[in-house]
């Protein structure tokens, strides 16, 4: 009876882990998507612990007790611009769950283990264990703990192959062999060593897809594990996982014209140090009041988020500036790049927190044939998702990579700090465009002026 009710309460949580996936695949729905993830994981723990009652269950509820304590204040505390960070610790705890439960399975059933279960549970311990660092590294580049750039050396590719030979010829061994239990250990330490060198060669910028990657690395172990243990709601739950984690670095590398290859592999320091133009060119600065008053005149405006503005917090005063630009009817609209800022729909979010309306965030296929049409495009600390660049320039980094067209608008406003490049380190030539005006300074502190000159200036 009771394994029944556990059996059901998985198959409620399957179907609460699936919706939760429908609804995060748009921003209108994305708050009910969490609130059905949360709840199919509260069912999948609570159908957990009624199944396996029998066993231990006072170490069940102390696993699920510090879990809560750790994990809640870094969920709740967490800050927006952080939170790849934070995806990449829940892979690292995830996948070293997943190997250090594969592993006490195969020294409890060592040497009866079949081989067929043994191969699956190698494989496992593999991915999840090379996971664990690669997540760790991940993290640690992101938090600024180690330097971003990628270790890269001479015959590098040789010794990582070679390290992760070692790792798949000793799980090989160990599937003819279940009793040399002396082997899991070499098996353990090749694949940790591996997830090391292979996210050490990766530049920091590259993490939130490696993460993307690294997501479905654990999600792929904890469905083989869920073979293993006979667990249905692991099998669901991890392939879920595998595939989206999947789904989404592609939709990531293709935003930014990559391959998966060239992510892994490539030593991705090279768009990091990308070709910085070195000519001297003169961009004209202006200060918020000249940008009032061109706004005065305007009849249409489109603001260009990215990055800058989540590292300001400048959301709040772009949705009021717009506010005012709308009570004296001026057309305003969001366009969104599905890059922009440093993980996906990072600009969706912070716009959903300021209640900026859905109806005015516009994708980039359905906002580019608009910039011709614009009188004004406020770029709000943006550079790379409008660099044309990545139109006319084969040699660069971002060749090929689909930009927002502000510089077909009639003029274009940046706000940023500085005169220097984005996340790839290239140059932007827009900044040099006679219809450019470049206002220099923090977007959240040059946008409160801009509107208080709005205001100051009346109708
Ligand atoms: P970006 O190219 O990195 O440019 C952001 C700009 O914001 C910088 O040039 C910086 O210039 C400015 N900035 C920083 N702090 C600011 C502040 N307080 N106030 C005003 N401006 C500030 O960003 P993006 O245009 O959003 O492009 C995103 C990049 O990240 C793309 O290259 C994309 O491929 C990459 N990426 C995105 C994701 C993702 O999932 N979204 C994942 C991986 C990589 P100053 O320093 O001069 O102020």
Redesign the pocket.
Known sequence: MTDLLAESLYVVAALLFVLSLKFMAEVRTSRMGNICGVAGMAVAIGATLLAYQTQNVDLLVGAVAIGVVVGSPIGLKVAMTAV?QRTAMSHAFGSLAVALVGAAEYYHDAPAIDPATLSVLSGEMVLGFLTFTGSCIAFAKLQGLISGKPLLYRGRMFVSMGVLGVAIASAAYLVANPSQEMVLPLVAGAALVFGFLLVIAIGG?????VIAILNSFAGISAAALGFVLDNQLLIVAGTLDGSSGLILGII?SK??NRSFTNILFGGVGATVTGTTSTETRVAQTYTPEDVATIMRDARSVIFA?????A??Q?QHVVKELADVLQARGIDVKYAI????????G?MNVLLAEAQVPYDQLWEMDRVNPLFPETDVVIV????????PAARTRPDSP?YG?PILDVDKARTVVF??????????GVDNELFYLPKTMMV?????K?LTELLSSLRNMGN
Do not use: E, Q
């Open positions: 790849p910028a590259d993490m939130p897809t990531m935003a930014m988020p990215g990055y800058g503005m590292v300001a400048a790049h599905p890059v922009a800022g440093r993980m996906p990072h709000v600390g943006a550079n790379d998702v409008t660099n971002l990579m706000i940023k700090r500085s005169m220097g490049p984005g996340f790839s220099l300074g923090d977007a959240k040059v």
